[in-house]
């Protein structure tokens, strides 16, 4: 059972990014899905949420309008498509799908959002 996110990287402000979660080992397809984010020194911060279908999402209020969470259940993978990219945007970002008291954490994809 495994999550591997990919996609980080170093980009400039103003840019964008697409990350990608990619399940092995099991299904996501009854997981609700989540993004997270870590920048050293700070505390774990929610980023966006998706339902088991794809049709229920939340943002935080500090990506709204900027990031997109996706998911593919055929491919087994999330995606979160992050636009207009801030220097604040720099992060960790970890993916985490959890079916009741069930919950998968990926390992983290590191984001640097700099001129």
């Known amino acids: 059972v495994q999550l591997v996110e990919s996609g980080g990287g170093l980009v400039q402000p103003g840019g964008p990014l697409r990350l990608s979660c990619a399940a092995s080992?099991?299904?996501?397809?009854?997981?609700?899905g989540s993004w997270y984010r870590r920048d050293p020194g700070k505390e774990l911060e929610s980023v966006a949420q998706?339902?088991?279908?794809?049709?229920?999402?939340t943002y935080a209020d500090s990506v709204k309008g900027r990031f997109t969470i996706s998911r593919d259940n055929t491919k087994n993978t999330m995606y979160l498509q992050m636009n207009s990219l801030r220097p604040e945007d720099t992060a960790v970002y970890y993916c985490m799908v959890k079916n009741g008291p069930t919950t998968y954490w990926g390992q983290g994809t590191r984001v640097t959002v700099s001129s």
């Open positions: 998706i339902g088991w279908s794809g049709d229920a999402t």
């Open positions: 080992g099991f299904s996501i397809r009854d997981y609700v």
